[in-house]
């Protein structure tokens, strides 16, 4: 069973960082793109950031200069610094795996409060 687990999450006041890791086990076939979405009350889940097995990366506009996303494929995780955090940056956090079928697989969440 495939199975992302994210970690990290926490209350935060704004201006902090937070790091959320997400380790991906199970009979994965190949790695290919890993990836943060989020998902906040009464909005439909977007994309964060992803990134390619190669390393290429892309984010949403709203986090750019403030989010960094990383991975590293021997351990089949892929991470996400957040600095600067905002109120709005509030919501439950995913990670996404892809195989090399384009399948893929979630991870249940964590959240991430940023409140004073």
């Known amino acids: 069973q495939v199975q992302p687990v994210e970690s990290g999450g926490g209350l935060v006041h704004p201006g902090g960082s937070l790091r959320l890791s997400c380790a991906t086990s199970?009979?994965?076939?190949?790695?290919?793109?890993m990836g943060w979405y989020r998902q906040a009350p009464g909005k439909e889940r977007e994309l964060v950031a992803s990134?390619?097995?190669?390393?290429?990366?892309n984010y949403a506009d709203s986090v750019k200069g403030r989010f960094t996303i990383s991975r590293d494929n021997a351990k089949m995780a892929v991470y996400l610094e957040m600095n600067s955090l905002k109120p709005e940056d509030t919501a439950v956090y995913y990670c996404?795996?892809?195989?090399?079928?384009?399948?893929?697989?979630w991870g249940k969440g964590t959240l991430v409060a940023v409140s004073s």
């Open positions: 996404k795996t892809e195989d090399r079928f384009n399948l893929e697989y």
């Open positions: 199970g009979s994965i076939f190949n790695i290919n793109r």
């Open positions: 990134i390619t097995r190669g390393g290429s990366t």
